[in-house]
């Protein structure tokens, strides 16, 4: 018989969590009992999960008192403050947040690639950024037949990466650019940033602020995380993440380098068997990975392989995937079940 687990969702009211609630029924994980934690202000209303009716607690550390995973996804602030006092409790924490993932001594796991890194955890596991982890599913298949050693990628992130705020900030500016009304910008490229610019009928070549190197926290958490999940602490990797108004489902156009030799048929053979990947590339017949088809969609979609036309070992793809699912909580939920499988809870 299935372990039963006692599970804690922290933000369970965001655009991830509500997805984390989804998957744990879909997955029909096993849970003894579940409890939705929040702040101060949220707490006392209720919540719907599995056509039960409850309560949000608040979050506190007496709250996870007697919880075996706790799924955060409330912001790096609250992840800081509580997942230290529920991992003090018992509790296995897989965060969601950037908070914890560069930290040496926590695990940042995508199963396809590394799941192994689970058995190291001391209490907290990280859940890499989304934009992330679509693409080393894509690269891990490829990475362990022929070698890695450059990737190049520029993302087409949606703007439900931003949360539910910037999902109707897109739809609003969309009705005020057809009515002829003056367009109101208040969160993108970046909330805490000094100026905001619309995303309707735009693109934006920023996602997050600016580091001091030029390249935004964004492009910087797909390099360090790229080169930590698999591994590759020598990898060359560079980035550029742009924000498209789409609502769901992260595309990216990636330029790889492997070390032996490839043909295109070797990468559409390694890819076609991979875990998690769906293999849909026929140009013959237009067939190639949009977001408006994988929306709600678990696997990670490859196609548009291409040789580089001047280096046999440069190969193009075009990678994309929902990111509030494999991108965040389905991604989340399976580290759970890993661990589960793996005597680890």
Excluded at 49 to 72: C, Q, R
Excluded at 252 to 258: P, Q, R, T
Excluded at 305 to 321: A, E, T
Aim: aromatic share 6%; net charge negative.
């Amino acid at each position: 018989m299935t372990k039963q687990l006692t599970v804690a969702i922290v933000g369970a009211t965001g655009a991830v969590g509500s997805k984390m609630k989804e998957q744990l029924i879909k997955r029909k994980f096993p849970i003894k009992h579940i409890k939705f934690l929040a702040s101060a202000r949220s707490a006392g209303k209720e919540i719907e999960f599995d056509d039960k009716s409850y309560i949000i607690e608040e979050a506190t550390p007496e709250a996870f008192e007697g919880v075996d995973v706790a799924l955060f996804s409330a912001g790096g602030s609250v992840s800081a403050k509580l997942a230290p006092e529920a991992a003090k409790r018992g509790a296995v924490v897989i965060d969601n947040t950037s908070h914890f993932r560069m930290h040496p001594e926590v695990p940042l796991v995508v199963p396809e690639v590394n799941r192994g890194d689970l058995a190291k955890h001391n209490g907290i596991i990280a859940n890499p950024n989304c934009s992330t982890i679509q693409m080393v599913v894509a690269l891990q298949p490829i990475r362990e037949k022929f070698g890695l050693s450059k990737v190049l990628v520029s993302t087409y992130q949606a703007v439900s990466g931003s949360g539910v705020s910037a999902i109707e900030e897109l739809r609003t500016q969309s009705e005020q650019w057809d009515a002829g009304k003056d367009v109101e910008a208040n969160i993108l490229p970046a909330k805490s940033d000094k100026k905001h610019y619309p995303i309707a009928r735009n693109v934006l070549p920023q996602i997050d602020v600016f580091t001091e190197n030029g390249f935004t926290y964004e492009e910087m958490k797909m390099i360090n995380e790229t080169k930590k999940i698999m591994h590759l602490p020598e990898l060359h990797v560079a980035a550029t993440c742009v924000r498209v108004p789409v609502v769901s489902g992260h595309s990216e156009s990636v330029y790889i380098e492997v070390e032996n030799d490839a043909t295109i048929q070797d990468i559409f053979n390694v890819l076609k068997d991979a875990p998690g990947v769906v293999l849909q590339d026929d140009i013959s017949q237009q067939i190639y990975p949009m977001p408006i088809y994988v929306e709600g969609e678990d696997p990670v979609y490859v196609g548009r392989i291409r040789q580089d036309l001047d280096n046999k070992k440069g190969f193009h793809l075009w990678i994309v995937s929902d990111n509030l699912l494999k991108g965040a909580a389905l991604n989340s939920i399976q580290i759970a079940e890993a661990m589960l499988e793996d005597n680890l809870l």
